[in-house]
């Protein structure tokens, strides 16, 4: 309590000295408030830019290969994964535990799989061996392998991306 | 006393220093602190859209063609589905679920007699058509009236042989009624701009091989038609009730011998009473008829006729209602102004849209030419007004020269704020009263929405973003500002209505495509998509584009924000 009275008693032995200060403008608290003043005001006030999102990743160009320029789309050294079904191209790169190196589908990566995913094997031997020669034409398949191949066409249409189209070497530009 | 008392009795005493200065100024500057703080959280309003919804307003193609961009859609309108083709008519009776039709034109005519089919408090409300005429005197025509006058119309052309019919008239329930009677009684019909110069109205009635020619005294030049235009077999004169006492019929010895020529009100009047008044059946109706439109590049230059589908005015007809967000649609409440001419297909799409969501139509046939808001809009207040970048523009700069205040100034700074900042309308307050009389000739409070279109060659004027921010301040109304070209029924690509962002652009982007176009932009010699960039020459596709694809001859870019815009 004696603080108090003590602090009161300065208090009140104050005002005389104070006086030329309640007409100023410019004393500390008024610049403090002033400048907090400002302040919000100005944070307000700033204008801001229009919302802006990140720029979208470029679109994937749609290119004509040949087997041989499909190969290297294997998915090894990070590379995308690409297989190609009947002549279209898919994107598989999402699928890679199963098409990239090690996964149960890595053959068909960067070849044309529609032999293989026809008739249900995923063998070498489902491969077109000659990269320079004519597409797998397919055309000794039965009725339920092209259905089957149908249903795999179907299901990387929903999934992946088309991103070109299979022609045999020499054939590039038709 | 301890150390730390010592340093609060310091504390203490600074506190009571500082506060000890309060003075009548202190109390001003928190007055005003409060005011400030007051004032922001009272007028605080959410923005009407998502504000990231439109930093990227378009979706792009994942996989592009060599030589072209990716294709640019509609965020309504996602890749790998079909494009809004039409107006999804349901017939009467059937299934709230299914699929409608596209519909046509006679859909639309239908759709505006029958009235709101929605349930709700206005199920059944129609639309009003008035015709403005003079600065004061505004006629209304009753619906099931303009109904008989397609019904005798069309049956005195069909009758007469008319199978390809050219309208030539200024904007007007004649020329509407003149294309459902085309839709209805299978003709071919074909719109001319009007106040063309003679040659140029010879030339399109040759290009478009019509037949029949319905049009108004004085602007059409009958004689230099007749003398060199043989096929001409009839011609249908819209006389107004001033003249409509001389005998039209008559046509001069020596010339035009083999036109047959009647007037529009003689054959409405000569019909009796009761003719007339039930549209053609639904069922066993004819394949609609292709609606020809010329298109006016820049002054001086041939248009260009253009053959557009049923198809693909009845998408474009649809993308600009599904265009605007749900809540604020078209309706019975609203009042449509055809501000600029109905040979253009976005203002046409936009009527018949007025028409099909059941609002009323205005007609004014010298809005066109004045180019200027306040007179277009004398004598009536539209909510819904679809005019030229010129209007704009010239209604821009006179508003402009009226706020030269310093009060008007930042009335204006602190409004276009609202807009750009906040992405919201700004409402009528107090403060806004003041500047409401600085506002456009347009009556306050009324408007709502303007339609404004670019037309790809036709040397319209730039609208850049801050001059179409500073138009919504001064009207108080949205701004849709679209990309037209000839062969795109309705538009191209247009901003969205909540779009208010301004940029230091000379020329407004176009916004994202509608929800029945696709864009392109393919490579020219000089401009090439790169990975990084967008551009080339603009490409549309779609339901609404005659013969689905069309390369506008123009270059543009895929902005940031997946609009379009002009390189």
Same mark, same amino acid.
């Given at each position: 309590?004696?603080?108090?009275?003590?602090?009161?008693?300065?208090?009140?032995?104050?005002?005389a000295?104070?006086?030329?200060?309640?007409?100023?403008?410019?004393t500390?608290?008024?610049?403090?408030?002033?400048?907090?003043?400002?302040?919000t005001?100005?944070?307000?006030f700033?204008?801001?830019?229009?919302?802006?999102?990140?720029?979208?990743?470029?679109?994937?160009v749609?290119?004509?290969?040949?087997?041989?320029?499909?190969?290297?789309?294997?998915?090894?050294?990070?590379?995308p994964?690409?297989?190609?079904?009947?002549?279209?191209?898919?994107?598989?790169?999402?699928?890679?535990?199963?098409?990239?190196?090690?996964?149960?589908?890595?053959?068909?990566?960067?070849?044309?799989?529609?032999?293989?995913?026809?008739?249900?094997?995923?063998?070498?031997?489902?491969?077109?061996?000659?990269?320079?020669?004519?597409?797998?034409?397919?055309?000794d398949?039965?009725?339920?392998?092209?259905?089957a191949?149908?249903?795999?066409?179907?299901?990387?249409?929903?999934?992946?991306?088309v991103v070109?189209?299979?022609?045999?070497?020499?054939?590039?530009?038709? | 006393?301890?150390?730390?008392?010592?340093?609060?009795?310091?504390?203490?005493?600074?506190?009571?220093?500082?506060?000890?200065?309060?003075?009548?100024?202190?109390?001003?500057?928190?007055?005003?602190? *409060?005011?400030?703080?007051a004032?922001?959280?009272?007028?605080?309003?959410?923005?009407?859209?998502?504000?990231?919804?439109?930093?990227?307003?378009?979706?792009?193609?994942?996989?592009?063609?060599?030589?072209?961009?990716?294709?640019?859609?509609?965020?309504?309108?996602?890749?790998?589905?079909?494009?809004?083709?039409?107006?999804?008519?349901?017939?009467?009776?059937?299934?709230?679920?299914?699929?409608?039709?596209?519909?046509?034109?006679?859909?639309i005519?239908?759709?505006?007699?029958?009235?709101?089919?929605?349930?709700?408090?206005?199920?059944?409300?129609?639309?009003?058509i008035?015709?403005?005429?003079?600065?004061?005197?505004?006629?209304?025509?009753?619906?099931?009236?303009?109904?008989?006058?397609?019904?005798?119309?069309?049956? !005195?052309?069909?009758?007469?042989?008319g199978n390809? *019919?050219a309208?030539?008239?200024?904007?007007?329930?004649?020329?509407?009624?003149?294309?459902?009677?085309?839709?209805?009684?299978?003709?071919?019909?074909?719109?001319?701009?009007?106040?063309?110069?003679?040659?140029?109205?010879?030339?399109?009635l040759?290009?478009?091989?019509a037949?029949?020619?319905v049009?108004?005294?004085?602007?059409?030049?009958?004689?230099?038609?007749?003398?060199?235009?043989?096929?001409?077999?009839?011609?249908?004169?819209?006389v107004?009730?001033?003249?409509?006492?001389m005998?039209?019929?008559? *046509?001069?010895?020596?010339?035009?011998?083999?036109?047959?020529?009647?007037?529009?009100?003689?054959?409405?009047?000569?019909?009796?009473?009761?003719?007339?008044?039930?549209?053609?059946?639904?069922?066993?109706?004819?394949?609609?008829?292709?609606?020809?439109?010329?298109?006016?590049a820049?002054?001086?230059?041939?248009?260009?006729?253009?053959?557009?589908?049923?198809?693909?005015?009845?998408?474009?007809?649809?993308?600009?209602?599904?265009?605007?967000?749900?809540?604020?649609?078209?309706?019975?409440?609203?009042?449509?102004?055809?501000?600029?001419?109905?040979?253009?297909?976005?203002?046409?799409?936009?009527?018949?849209?007025?028409?099909?969501?059941?609002?009323?139509?205005?007609f004014?046939?010298?809005?066109?030419?004045?180019?200027?808001?306040?007179v277009a809009?004398?004598?009536?207040?539209?909510?819904?007004?679809?005019t030229?970048?010129?209007?704009?523009?010239?209604?821009?700069?006179?508003?402009?020269? !009226?706020?030269?205040?310093?009060?008007?100034?930042?009335?204006?700074?602190?409004?276009?704020?609202?807009?750009t900042?906040?992405?919201?309308?700004?409402?009528?307050?107090?403060?806004?009263?003041?500047?409401?009389r600085?506002?456009?000739?347009?009556?306050?409070?009324k408007?709502?929405?303007?339609?404004?279109?670019?037309?790809?060659g036709?040397?319209?004027?730039?609208?850049?973003?801050?001059?179409?921010?500073?138009?919504?301040?001064?009207?108080?109304?949205?701004?849709?500002?679209?990309?037209?070209?000839?062969?795109?029924?309705?538009?191209?690509?247009?901003?969205?209505?909540?779009?208010?962002?301004?940029?230091?652009?000379?020329?407004? !982007?176009?916004?994202?495509?509608?929800?029945n176009?696709?864009?392109?932009?393919r490579?020219?010699?000089?401009?090439?998509?790169?990975d990084?960039?967008?551009?080339?020459?603009?490409?549309?596709?779609?339901p609404?584009?005659?013969?689905n694809?069309?390369?506008?001859?123009?270059?543009?870019?895929?902005?940031?924000?997946?609009?379009?815009?002009?390189?």
């Amino acid at each position: 309590m004696d603080y108090v009275e003590q602090r009161m008693a300065q208090e009140a032995a104050k005002p005389a000295v104070a006086a030329d200060s309640s007409s100023s403008l410019l004393t500390p608290l008024n610049l403090l408030i002033l400048g907090l003043f400002l302040y919000t005001a100005y944070s307000f006030f700033k204008p801001q830019p229009p919302a802006a999102l990140p720029k979208e990743e470029p679109a994937v160009v749609f290119t004509t290969f040949t087997p041989r320029t499909l190969l290297p789309y294997n998915g090894e050294n990070n590379a995308p994964v690409y297989l190609a079904v009947r002549g279209r191209v898919f994107d598989v790169t999402r699928g890679r535990n199963f098409y990239g190196p090690g996964g149960p589908y890595a053959n068909f990566a960067g070849r044309d799989a529609s032999r293989g995913l026809a008739c249900g094997s995923f063998d070498e031997d489902m491969l077109t061996k000659d990269l320079d020669g004519p597409l797998d034409t397919l055309s000794d398949l039965g009725r339920d392998e092209l259905e089957a191949l149908q249903g795999w066409e179907d299901r990387f249409s929903e999934k992946y991306l088309v991103v070109g189209k299979l022609v045999p070497v020499g054939e590039e530009d038709k | 006393m301890g150390a730390l008392d010592n340093v609060l009795l310091t504390v203490d005493q600074a506190i009571s220093d500082l506060f000890g200065q309060w003075n009548v100024y202190t109390t001003a500057i928190v007055g005003l602190f *409060v005011g400030l703080v007051a004032y922001q959280i009272s007028t605080r309003r959410d923005p009407d859209t998502h504000p990231l919804l439109l930093a990227r307003q378009a979706q792009a193609s994942p996989v592009r063609h060599e030589g072209e961009s990716a294709v640019y859609r509609s965020q309504a309108a996602p890749h790998g589905m079909p494009l809004n083709a039409g107006l999804n008519v349901k017939d009467p009776g059937a299934s709230k679920w299914s699929r409608g039709r596209d519909g046509d034109l006679r859909d639309i005519w239908r759709q505006a007699i029958a009235g709101v089919q929605d349930d709700g408090p206005s199920k059944g409300a129609t639309g009003r058509i008035l015709t403005v005429l003079g600065t004061e005197h505004v006629t209304e025509h009753a619906l099931a009236d303009i109904t008989r006058q397609i019904n005798l119309i069309g049956q !005195h052309v069909a009758n007469q042989g008319g199978n390809r *019919v050219a309208i030539y008239l200024p904007n007007s329930v004649e020329l509407l009624v003149t294309l459902f009677a085309c839709a209805f009684y299978n003709m071919t019909a074909i719109i001319l701009p009007f106040d063309q110069p003679d040659d140029a109205v010879l030339s399109m009635l040759r290009r478009s091989a019509a037949d029949t020619v319905v049009t108004a005294p004085g602007s059409f030049p009958f004689d230099a038609v007749v003398k060199n235009y043989p096929s001409l077999r009839q011609l249908v004169w819209v006389v107004d009730e001033g003249s409509s006492h001389m005998d039209w019929n008559e *046509v001069p010895q020596g010339t035009g011998g083999s036109v047959n020529v009647s007037t529009w009100q003689d054959i409405v009047t000569d019909y009796p009473v009761d003719a007339g008044h039930d549209l053609p059946a639904q069922e066993g109706q004819k394949d609609p008829r292709d609606v020809t439109i010329f298109w006016q590049a820049a002054p001086g230059t041939t248009e260009e006729m253009v053959r557009f589908t049923a198809g693909n005015l009845v998408s474009a007809v649809a993308a600009q209602i599904f265009a605007i967000p749900t809540a604020q649609r078209m309706g019975p409440s609203d009042l449509f102004l055809p501000a600029d001419s109905l040979a253009n297909t976005h203002t046409l799409a936009l009527t018949l849209a007025a028409l099909y969501s059941n609002a009323s139509v205005a007609f004014n046939s010298v809005a066109v030419g004045a180019n200027d808001l306040a007179v277009a809009t004398r004598g009536i207040a539209p909510t819904i007004l679809v005019t030229t970048p010129a209007a704009l523009l010239k209604t821009h700069q006179e508003t402009a020269n !009226h706020l030269s205040s310093v009060i008007a100034r930042n009335l204006h700074w602190l409004q276009t704020r609202d807009l750009t900042q906040n992405g919201v309308m700004p409402v009528a307050s107090l403060l806004t009263r003041y500047y409401d009389r600085l506002r456009p000739g347009i009556k306050p409070g009324k408007l709502r929405l303007i339609f404004t279109a670019e037309r790809v060659g036709a040397a319209s004027p730039p609208l850049s973003s801050a001059v179409l921010s500073d138009l919504r301040v001064y009207t108080g109304a949205r701004i849709i500002y679209a990309l037209t070209a000839a062969k795109v029924a309705g538009a191209a690509a247009q901003t969205g209505f909540y779009d208010y962002r301004v940029f230091d652009d000379n020329h407004s !982007h176009f916004g994202a495509p509608l929800t029945n176009t696709e864009i392109l932009l393919r490579d020219t010699p000089e401009h090439k998509t790169t990975d990084s960039l967008s551009k080339g020459e603009i490409t549309v596709r779609g339901p609404s584009v005659a013969g689905n694809e069309a390369a506008l001859g123009v270059v543009g870019v895929i902005r940031d924000d997946n609009t379009l815009a002009y390189l």
